[in-house]
Structures are given as C-alpha cells and as structure tokens.
C-alpha cells in the first residue's frame, strides 16, 4: 500500500498583514547542539493560524571561543566549550539578525520571547540546563527584549491593548499547562530529563503544525523531534490536561552526523549530515538494484542501536542526564536512543559510514540514513507500544532534521503501517520547525490568546475545553 505522507510546511506572512491584522508575533531563540536558530512566527488571532516570518540559522560550532576570565557550564555534544557570556552573545547576534531580516523593531513589534536549548550532553543533572536558559536570557536582553516581553502577564492591562479582546486572561490563568498538557515533575519538582522544555515545544509546536495537513493532534498523542537529541512526550486522554506519561531521550540527529564523519567529506569532530545533505534522494532505478544492500547495511547499523525504557540506575542515557527514579514516581516511561553506552559505539557507525561511501557513494549512504532513522521511529513506537502507553486513538508527530527530511516520512508510515490501526496517513503528522512553532503556541497560551473555535488542546475530535478549564480553576 503507498503512503502519502502529511508534511506541515508553514506559509509566510507579508510585512504589510503583519501591520495592518492583529498578528500576535513571537520570536523563538534556540541554542542547539548543531544550530542556534531564531524563528519569527505570527499567529493571525482572528483564525488561529500561524505564519511563518523569517528564519535566522547559525551553526553553534562558530560560537566564539571563551574568554580567561569567563567559567565554562556546559559543552556541545560534539565537546564545543559554553559560557553564559558567549552563548548570550550568540543569541543576541542570531536574534537581531533575524529581527532585521524581517524589518522589523525589536521593542514594538516583537510581542513575545521564548527561549530553549538542545544542549544538554555537556551537564551533569537535568536541573543544571537551568543555568543556560539565564545565558539565554542575557542574550535576549542584551538584543534590547523587554523583560515583560519574555513572562506572562499579570492582567490585561500588561498586553497590547489590540490584543486585549483576544485574550481570556479575564477567565482562565496561565497554570502551566501548554496546550492543554502538564509538564511532568518529581515529587521535589525534580526535571526527569534534561531537555524537557524541547520536548514541550515540540509537542505544543506539532499540535499548531496538524492544523496545515487536516490530522487531529490532540490529546493523546505523541511526539518525537530529531534534532541532534531525541526528545518528546507521549501525552495521555485526560481532560482538561492530559499527563506527560512517556518521555524520549537520546541520540537522534547525531545518528546520521557520526555516519557522515566516516566518509571525510565532513570535520571529524565537529561535521554533521547538514552540511553535505542533498534533498535529492536515490532515483528508483538505483533503489531497485541497491535497495537489498541498502537494508543490509542499516541492519548492521541497528545492531550497535539501543531502544529501551530507560534502566533506573542511569543517570545518563544516550549522554542526556536523566532522572529515572523520579519519572517512575509520577508514573513516566523514559523511553531511550542509544549508541552502545553513552555513544560508546559511534566510532562503528563512523566505520560503517566510510564503507558505504567508498563502495556505493553519498546517494546510496543517504538512502541507508534514511532506512536506519525510519526503524528507529519504529523501534520507539514499539516500545511504547509494549510499555502500555499507546491508546487507540493516540496520533503520532515527528519533527526535526533527522526525521522528515530525505525519504524518511514515506519509510516512517510503511514501517508504522502493521503497529498501528486505521488509516496511518490520518495518524501521523510531519511537521517542521516544531520547536519555534511550539514557542509561538507557548506564548500564545502565556497570555491566554486560545481560539475556541480553533482550540489545541482538549481530546482528538473534541471540543474546546476552556469550560472546563474555567470550573477547574475556580475550585
């Protein structure tokens, strides 16, 4: 059965709209391990869909070296050095960068700030990522954000007053749920895994994507984004929040870079698949003659892969710290994307990486990415599967480079098609920039700008819960 994948592209706004419609635009800053982007959004509130604006991409490798007198708090997965004054620089570049791509001002036509990061191989303990969000926010400021910009408002006297009729500020709070779904926490309020905000975002961010490509990501469902880290939710059916009660972690994107570095196109240490990807896949004619190799060859490369729930006794898993006992405690599977121990086997799919290239080209090892990323969303379907976390109704969202570029969305559905029941078009979405369209969807719920008509939250084919939300609160 052939596939038609739904690829969420989002469609620009025109500068002269952006001005003249109540437009609520969100900046959304994210230091990762491979890229520091900053992602202009705007959400038409009047219909409830986002736009994209402009998109400014670095890569973090170039972030400028440290300083003696500076402390370093964290590296990149590929060991590049971090201060709070160097990555606060690189925010501030990137951000206004970006803000003037769009000719725009940052104080008057920015309304909101979100900021993350992906970088979270070079801490010990999930609360140590705290630290980079205060270097995240330097930059900000340093870019001329204002502080109320960046935290919700206290009443609708602090918004725009062509924002304030939009608003439910007057009926619901922001209580911490974003579109509609708890944030999941120790007993101690302890973080569970390092890169949970990434995940928020990338789950609130495929809920605003679906709309584009007519999939009902709502409540339950699941989200994996594969950046060069593997995060995501598995989201549970309650109303009006569902709970947070799977979690991935691990290796995604730095799959695909490490085998690139095998071929020597690419900086050993530092290269990534992006900077030789060609979008072009392998033609038919190829795959028919090398389609058996091609399977061969990501069959031995599964073999050095490890998808698992994540044991208790780790405090790292696929270099992201991790808090497994904690999770147990609420009831969260931690679901991992491993290569051997901590990467203790990437060397092997460096090796593999230059057989390839040197027997068969770059076409052909693309194409094995491809087959090799396509069964590990496999592979972590299937454990949640088996762990009990998959309801018949959950739909399925993939985000990131390493999971929708190249052939990859066709193999995902082919793959997923005997797991899970239905239509598997209907079920799966593929959305790109999930994470600077989850800050816009953050930010829309910081300040309670929900469309009833259009609403995120609640339970597949349901309606609005702000009713509920209303009665919840007032108790």
């Keep these: 059965m052939s596939h038609k994948p739904r690829i969420a592209h989002t469609p620009s706004v025109r500068l002269l709209d952006l001005k003249s419609k109540p437009y609520f635009i969100v900046a959304s800053v994210e230091v990762g391990n491979t890229t520091t982007k900053c992602i202009l959004t705007a959400t038409n509130l009047e219909e409830g869909k986002t736009y994209h604006v402009v998109k400014m991409v670095k890569m973090t490798r170039d972030v400028r070296k440290p300083k003696p007198n500076e402390t370093v708090f964290g590296r990149t997965l590929t060991k590049v050095e971090l201060t709070r004054e160097s990555v606060a620089e690189l925010v501030r570049d990137t951000l206004l960068a970006a803000v003037k791509k769009a000719n725009l001002d940052i104080k008057n036509d920015i309304h909101f700030v979100v900021r993350s990061t992906g970088v979270v191989a070079g801490f010990d303990k999930p609360e140590e990522v705290g630290e980079f969000i205060k270097a995240l926010a330097d930059g900000c400021l340093l870019a001329g954000v204002p502080p109320k910009n960046m935290t919700p408002p206290l009443s609708i006297d602090n918004m725009p007053p062509k924002f304030q009729k939009f608003t439910k500020l007057q009926s619901v709070i922001f209580d911490g749920a974003v579109a509609s779904v708890l944030p999941p926490t120790g007993s101690s309020g302890v973080e569970i895994v390092a890169n949970e905000m990434e995940g928020e975002l990338a789950t609130a961010g495929i809920k605003e994507g679906s709309k584009w490509v007519d999939v009902d990501f709502r409540n339950p469902c699941a989200s994996m984004d594969f950046g060069t880290t593997l995060d995501g939710r598995i989201i549970s059916e309650d109303q009006p929040y569902a709970r947070t009660i799977g979690n991935f972690c691990g290796y995604a994107g730095a799959i695909p870079d490490t085998i690139i570095r095998g071929t020597g196109l690419v900086d050993v240490e530092l290269g990534t698949a992006l900077d030789v990807f060609d979008e072009k896949p392998a033609g038919k004619l190829t795959m028919l003659f090398k389609g058996n190799k091609v399977k061969e060859y990501a069959k031995r490369i599964q073999d050095y892969i490890i998808i698992e729930p994540v044991p208790e006794d780790v405090e790292r898993y696929g270099s992201v710290p991790v808090n497994p006992k904690a999770a ?28 390839i290239y040197n027997q068969d080209g770059l076409k052909i090892l693309f194409a094995v990415i491809d087959e090799v990323m396509s069964d590990v969303v496999y592979r972590l379907v299937k454990v949640a599967n088996d762990e009990g976390l998959v309801f018949p109704d959950t739909t399925f969202g993939v985000t990131g480079r390493a999971g929708i570029t190249g052939n990859k969305p066709n193999l995902i559905l082919e793959k997923l098609d005997p797991l899970i029941p239905g239509n598997i078009d209907e079920r799966v979405a593929f959305i790109d920039d999930g994470l600077a369209r989850g800050a816009a969807v953050m930010a829309r719920c910081m300040n309670s700008l929900g469309t009833t008509f259009n609403p995120l939250g609640g339970h597949t084919g349901g309606k609005c819960i702000l009713g509920q939300r209303i009665k919840l609160q007032n108790k």
């Design 328 to 355: 147990k405690e609420i009831g969260v599977v931690l679901i991992g994307c491993d290569v051997g121990r901590n990467g203790s086997d990437m060397d092997k799919l460096s090796e593999i990486g230059r057989e």
